[in-house]
């Protein structure tokens, strides 16, 4: 994995001279629109981003992806097909096998191009930092979108239904919303956002902190409603291990500065970042409930709610240190302490080598 490091480490530099270069825009994409460096490192940053995923062969769950690829009937093709379970990624599928190509790796390929694309237009419209919200991207979400594909881009389009809800656009946002569902339906869950967007750590959050509290304590009701809608798991596979108790405290870290410092979140009146601090916190209780039952399933439910913490987080530790002196010093400490446990959740606490190939790369001559 010595690969990934060298893209993350480069990727970042070069994303710091974009920050530099951009920083008196009120988002990145204006800056990188009106600079034509920034814009040419930016698309060099985004391109070695889909290389670096499309051209994997190996991680996680891709083998699983590319054989359900190649078991895919592109007869199957039809407007009924969008009702059922995972409908959407079905016709996904089917579409780039009878249009684009039949082979996997072309469809890992265009997945990636999918989900980084999807990502990278939706952050750099909200943020000004752009290499933090790089760091952040891919510690939380690029490694997550080369292990589970449907969920991946089931996130990615509920940005842009969040981005429309909070336009008061709620129609678009609807609709955005059951395209997402359609690619993974447990990401109806995010029903609960407008619960979410006024203030953090208000009663309406304390209210859908309780709601999932009941639900754990009734997952075989649960279980029976979201099998009408899509079921991956069953609640006898929860019985084998629990979420490592280091994970807990680590995503501890940011949920108890939003505590701390809530009133000076609230103060900034920022509808994306209090709603992303909140939907990091609901994104923390389901963590925590892995503690309980096996992580599989409330680690990938606690995903749902972490999209926004890209830009969001970026921007709350700008909110609540904005007028310390150390302000610097603090954000470093904070991203360092992250990508540490990054390092460490990616190598298995040291059991795997750095030098390990967890992703097989392919040559790019084998797309054709």
Same mark, same amino acid.
């Given at each position: ?151 991946? +881009? #089931? ?6 239904? =969040? ?6 656009? *709620?129609?678009? @946002? &609807? ?111 389901? +963590? #925590? ?6 992580? =599989? ?6 995903? *749902?709610?972490? @999209? &926004? ?60």
């Amino acid at each position: 994995m010595i690969d990934l490091l060298v893209l993350i480490a480069v990727s970042l530099l070069f994303a710091y001279v974009i920050q530099n270069r951009t920083r008196f825009y009120s988002s990145a994409r204006l800056g990188i629109k009106d600079d034509m460096q920034s814009r040419v490192v930016y698309w060099g940053i985004v391109i070695a981003f889909i290389l670096f995923a499309g051209l994997r062969s190996s991680y996680n769950d891709t083998t699983a992806y590319t054989h359900a690829f190649e078991m895919v009937n592109i007869n199957d093709l039809n407007l009924s097909t969008l009702m059922e379970s995972y409908g959407g990624f079905e016709i996904y599928q089917i579409l780039i096998k009878r249009y684009i190509s039949d082979n996997p790796q072309v469809f890992i390929f265009v997945s990636a191009i999918v989900t980084n694309m999807l990502y990278f237009t939706f952050y750099v419209r909200h943020t000004d930092r752009f290499c933090e919200m790089l760091l952040m991207y891919v510690i939380s979400i690029y490694m997550f979108s080369m292990a589970g594909l449907k969920q991946a +881009i #089931a996130i990615a389009i509920s940005l842009y239904a =969040i981005e429309n809800y909070l336009n008061h656009r *709620y129609v678009r @946002a &609807l609709l955005f919303l059951l395209l997402a569902m359609s690619f993974h339906p447990y990401i109806i869950c995010l029903l609960c956002i407008p619960f979410l967007k006024n203030k953090v750590w208000d009663a309406r959050t304390l209210v859908v902190i309780i709601a999932c509290i009941i639900a754990f304590m009734n997952l075989d009701v649960i279980f029976e409603m979201l099998s009408v809608v899509g079921k991956d798991y069953s609640e006898e596979t929860f019985d084998d291990y629990t979420i490592n108790p280091i994970r807990v405290l680590i995503e501890a870290v940011p949920v108890i500065l939003s505590f701390i410092y809530r009133k000076q979140i609230n103060e900034s009146a920022n509808r994306m970042c209090i709603l992303g601090v909140n939907m990091m916190i609901i994104s923390f209780v389901f +963590i #925590a409930m892995g503690l309980f039952m096996n992580p =599989i399933y409330f680690g990938r439910m606690s995903i *749902y709610f972490t @999209a &926004l913490s890209a830009v969001v987080i970026p921007e709350m530790l700008f909110t609540i240190w904005k007028h310390d002196r150390n302000r610097k010093a603090y954000t470093a400490a904070y991203y360092l302490f992250f990508f540490t446990y990054f390092l460490m959740d990616l190598t298995k606490i040291g059991s795997i080598s750095i030098f390990t190939d967890q992703f097989k790369h392919v040559p790019l001559t084998s797309l054709f």
